[in-house]
């Protein structure tokens, strides 16, 4: 299996939207009553926890790739 990038956007989203899922599942086996628009809050805070925690990866990545293409050229102007 080829390597990826970790990205924790994706895994987060992917869990509330597998919450939403449990908590229709429970109503639909009648375990429990859930009204149609409590799922609303869980899959809207799911995606938007998701998109904070993608924009910090990829604000995270930027910095580091950029700290990683300085790093040579600083150290070779030293010398």
Do not use: N
């Not at 992917?14 to 799922?39: I, S």
């Not at 609303?40 to 993608?54: E, N, T, W």
Request: overall charge positive.
């Amino acid at each position: 299996m080829l390597r990826h990038e970790f990205q924790p956007g994706k895994l987060i989203a992917g869990c509330f939207l597998a919450l939403a899922g449990v908590v229709y599942a429970g109503d639909a086996g009648g375990l429990w009553e859930t009204p149609w628009f409590a799922v609303i809050p869980i899959v809207v805070g799911g995606l938007c926890l998701a998109g904070a925690a993608a924009f910090l990866t990829s604000a995270l990545r930027r910095r580091r790739s950029s700290r990683a293409e300085r790093a040579p050229s600083e150290t070779g102007a030293s010398r």
